[in-house]
Nanobody
């Protein structure tokens, strides 16, 4: 069973940065595409970014493009989300997800097969 564990969330002031990590166990990271999603209270789960198994293909939502960077280290079984120029509207629980298809960089959360529990990111104004 593939398990994902996120870390790196916290409280940061507007304009600040955070780096989230997602450690994958129970499977070979290079077999999966990975995505980051976020969910604010009372809101639907929102696509943030995705990366193919090789790291050569990435996608971003328009709201984070140019501020966030997704990356992965298959040898460490870890994916990252570097978040810069954070805004209070970025406040949410951030979740990591794995897609069975190695190029499955989908924006649709329903297409992902495994999910972590999430890490809280709070941006103060």
């Amino acid at each position: 069973q593939v398990q994902l564990v996120e870390s790196g969330g916290g409280l940061v002031q507007a304009g600040g940065s955070l780096r989230l990590s997602c450690v994958v166990s129970g499977g070979t990271l290079s077999s999966y595409a990975l995505g980051w999603f976020r969910q604010a209270p009372g809101a639907e789960r929102e696509f943030v970014a995705a990366i193919a198994w090789s790291g050569t293909m990435t996608k971003y939502s328009d709201s984070v493009k140019g501020r966030f960077t997704i990356s992965r280290d298959n040898e460490k079984n870890t994916a990252y989300l570097q978040m810069n120029s954070l805004d209070p509207e970025d406040t949410a629980v951030y979740l990591c997800a794995a897609h069975r298809h190695p190029y499955g960089t989908s924006r649709a959360s329903r297409e992902y097969d495994f999910w972590g529990q999430g890490t809280q990111v709070t941006v103060s104004s």
